[in-house]
């Protein structure tokens, strides 16, 4: 079998257990009594947490032979700890078993992403072409769990996900290193010096950890407030999730197609606006019809962001680079998200979902304007492959 189709499996199994545990965190926490304040606490663990921890993996992840290394331990790790949840209770420990995900994986899905942009980027092949496979992942899986969930509970797809995470372990063993067939990768460490002095990823780094971060906040929150505000059932939860993930599917699909005829900083923007719109209706607390009509723009939006952000990247910093910038760009939207989510549980409890989206709106609208004024010149890599 080619490398290739190994990455795409690695990545189809890896999402298909992420799809069983994470879009059904939150309300899982508040079905074991957990309060929308303490939620937002057990929210911002894993950002706060992956902010201290970040410089070390930063530190640590120096070349492709350790990122693999990493790939292979994380992903066990995170299975076991996911399969821990089910087995506590209490505030105190649900903290603890978030905490221990963020400590020992936060820096997983980066480091996954480095390693396989820069195998794409090596090989030309385009990244979307793989990446695509978790968000068929995604479609299959969220719509399954749901059903799950809604008539067994949360145990089981809980304790499937485990197994899949734990199954993703086994596939990057199987995964040959790339600096095997690219000997020069051995030699070609990151260039921290030239990152730090590079203008431009700052500005991209700021517009990434507004927007980015103020979605993800707001993506946080999204089951609780569809299912607590808007009346909406798990196993629906689960098919509108499946949803807006095959128009991710569906729109990726056309970006590897036709991707390369298009300009990365006219799409980002194209999904940026797209987000405020999803956000205001959220906000004005528009009839459920109309809210799902709306999500489907996430799964365009998101399409978008994952297609054009690598190749942004890319085109920015150096090949050697993208695994360390992309562990910068977390590191400082974590940071984000941790206050964010932090602040706004709180605020949740006392204004309410609308007063979330409106904020979180608005945030958006001023990452698009920074875009606009000083947009990244994505020239970098450019000049070095003339």
């Given amino acids: 079998m080619s490398e290739t189709n190994k990455f795409k499996i690695f990545y189809f199994i890896r999402y298909f257990g992420d799809a069983f545990f994470y879009p059904f965190m939150s309300m899982y926490f508040l079905s074991k009594g957990i309060s929308e304040q303490n939620l937002g606490i057990i929210l911002a663990i894993v950002p706060i947490t ?53 400590f020992f994986c936060s820096p997983f899905i980066n480091i996954q992403d480095g390693y396989t942009s ?48 734990a199954s993703t372990a086994l596939i990057a063993f199987w995964i040959k290193p790339i600096e095997k067939n690219m000997p020069i990768l ?92 999803r956000f205001i209706t959220y906000a004005l607390n528009l009839p459920l019809s109309v809210i799902i009509i709306i999500t489907m ?34 590191l400082f939207f974590s940071i984000f998200i941790g206050v964010g989510n932090y602040i706004f549980g709180y605020f949740i409890h006392i204004y309410g979902y609308n007063f979330l989206y409106m904020i979180l709106t608005l945030l958006i609208v001023l990452g698009i304007v920074y875009f606009i004024l000083f947009t990244p010149k994505p020239s970098v890599l450019e000049e070095e492959m003339k």
Avoid: C
Wanted: hydrophobic share 55%.
């Fill in 50 to 102: 992956t902010i201290l921890v970040n410089p070390f993996w930063n530190y640590i992840v120096k070349d492709m032979r350790i990122s693999r290394l990493i790939l292979k331990i994380m992903t066990l790790l995170e299975g076991i700890f996911i399969i821990a949840i089910t087995q506590v209770n209490g505030i105190e420990l649900y903290a603890l078993m978030v905490g221990m995900i963020a």
């Fill in 118 to 165: 820069t195998y794409t980027n090596t090989h030309k092949i385009e990244y979307s072409s793989i990446r695509i496979y978790a968000s068929i992942a995604y479609v299959i899986a969220s719509a399954i769990a749901g059903f799950i969930i809604q008539y067994v509970g949360y145990g089981l797809p809980f304790i499937l996900s485990g197994v899949f995470f």
């Fill in 186 to 277: 051995e030699t070609k460490q990151r260039d921290f010096k030239a990152l730090v002095r590079n203008k431009e990823f700052y500005k991209y780094l700021i517009f990434y950890t507004i927007v980015i971060g103020a979605v993800r906040i707001g993506d946080s929150f999204f089951g609780v407030f569809l299912i607590s505000e808007s009346g909406l059932s798990l196993s629906g939860y689960g098919l509108l999730y499946s949803a807006f993930v095959f128009v991710e599917v569906v729109t990726l699909r056309y970006l590897t197609i036709k991707g390369a005829l298009l300009k990365e900083r006219n799409m980002i923007l194209f999904a940026s606006i797209l987000f405020v719109v």
């Fill in 297 to 330: 723009f996430r799964g365009v939006s998101w399409g978008t962001i994952i297609y054009m952000n690598i190749k942004y990247i890319i085109k920015i910093v150096k090949l050697e680079n993208i695994t360390t910038a992309i562990l910068i760009l977390t």
